[in-house]
């Protein structure tokens, strides 16, 4: 059982007991005492607040109105000092621009949101560590790789992205785009599952 459950739910009527446990027990092993982790798209916060418990600190990213849930799962636990919260959408552009996000699987909004990347975020924020990055951002995935080429050649992050065809297509792409993206970036999948793929730089 995680340390801390997610208290408060995006929709009343989501279930976390039985919430991706594959990838779940995958963090589990994975993720270190030291470790920094993004989570890309963390909704409500189940695996920003997983990410707390196994590693030294988290930047959790939430554009849409599951922002407000996401900051009070994480101020109930009093996690302020382990977890950054940010009100960004991640794409390869930094600005303002109308964009249709999805809050979860199928639910569009379309209206002006906050971009950023993960190297404009990890040099604003000096950071000189980023050990595992988790993207599950309903058809953005490619465009955040995009937005991170510095950061996954200077730091090499373990890659955790969500590969959902029907996705990708929103926005003209396709599964093989980003596989060979990461390829060329010198990463190798790792694992895969129903749920996502495990990408890592392999020396």
Not at 53 to 71: A, I, K
Not at 83 to 104: C, M, P, Q, R, W
Request: glycine content about 4%; overall charge negative.
């Amino acid at each position: 059982m995680n340390k801390y459950p997610i208290k408060y739910l995006f929709r009343d009527d989501w279930d976390y007991q039985n919430y991706e446990q594959n990838t779940t027990n995958m963090y589990r092993e994975i993720v270190q005492r030291d470790w920094v982790t993004f989570d890309c798209g963390a909704r409500d916060g189940y695996f920003t607040l997983l990410f707390s418990e196994l590693g030294r600190e988290c930047h959790s990213f939430e554009p849409s109105n599951n922002f407000s849930v996401l900051t009070k799962n994480i101020e109930h636990y009093n996690l302020q000092d382990k977890v950054k919260i940010n009100n960004l959408a991640l794409s390869d552009k930094v600005g303002s621009f109308s964009e249709t996000i999805y809050e979860s699987w199928p639910l569009p909004t379309t209206k002006i949101y906050n971009f950023t990347t993960i190297d404009r975020y990890v040099l604003d924020n000096k950071l000189d560590k980023v050990d595992l990055i988790k993207i599950d951002c309903d058809s953005f995935e490619l465009d955040i790789l995009r937005g991170c080429i510095k950061t996954l050649w200077a730091l090499s992050p373990v890659v955790v992205v969500e590969l959902n065809s029907q996705a990708l297509g929103l926005r003209n792409t396709h599964i093989g785009a980003v596989k060979h993206f990461l390829a060329e970036q010198g990463y190798s999948e790792i694992r895969q599952s129903e749920e996502n793929s495990t990408f890592k730089k392999l020396l």
